[in-house]
């Protein structure tokens, strides 16, 4: 069988509630074909973050890791193409921390690429009837710290494991109030996640198809 990592943020910045836990939670013990979900929550804390991702790999056999977070100023969900070796923090984290061009992991490489198949993700999403796109950030916030630690760990402890990242637009509730800012139904969002996770289970390559961006 094989076993999926599905993670997701505790809330942060005064929000009651994170997207990406409850579209997390509400797929944890899923059966996708011949693969099992399982789900873990993440704290939204530089360092501590990247230890319980390492803690719950170490854990388990785990063949896929996709970790979901929050972009509020994104409409779509967001399949990220690459993960920097930097944590700059607009904000302070859960902790109160605010790093500034702090490495996630010290001598790590620049930069690793996601190894789910993001093309094929997106389209998934795209056929299920929701608004997806191919993502070229991740931002320096904890979302990027904990896509990093993922691909650093596939690159030097467990080759076999393949890694992505997914941002996940607000929910309607949250969205009330904030103009400009477009929310998403969690049951929506949880169709989408669905689709992109059965998307990245299939064999062969990725597609080839436009994910680029000019700017």
Request: hydrophobic share 45%; net charge negative.
């Amino acid at each position: 069988m094989t076993r999926v990592l599905l993670t997701g943020f505790e809330p942060f910045d005064g929000d009651d509630l994170n997207p990406s836990w409850e579209v997390a939670l509400a797929l944890d013990g899923e059966r996708l074909g011949n693969a099992l979900v399982q789900s873990q929550q993440l704290p939204c804390v530089f360092g501590s973050a990247r230890e319980v991702l390492w803690q719950t790999l170490a854990s388990g056999s785990f063949d896929v890791l996709l970790s979901l977070g929050l972009a509020g100023n994104r409409p779509d969900l967001t399949v990220e193409r690459i993960a920097i070796n930097v944590d700059d923090a607009r904000i302070p984290d859960n902790a109160g921390q605010q790093p500034v061009d702090v490495p996630v992991v010290a001598g790590g490489p620049a930069a690793y690429w996601a190894s789910l198949p993001i093309k094929r993700m997106v389209a998934a999403v795209r056929a299920a009837g929701v608004p997806a796109s191919v993502s070229q950030t991740a931002g320096t916030f904890v979302c990027n710290h904990v896509f990093y630690a993922g691909a650093h760990w596939q690159a030097t402890r467990q080759p076999g494991l393949r890694v992505g990242f997914m941002h996940l637009p607000l929910l309607l509730s949250q969205a009330v109030g904030k103009p400009g800012f477009t929310g998403m139904a969690l049951d929506t969002q949880v169709l989408a996640v669905r689709a992109a996770l059965a998307a990245a289970l299939e064999e062969g390559e990725d597609i080839h198809s436009t994910g680029g961006a000019v700017s």
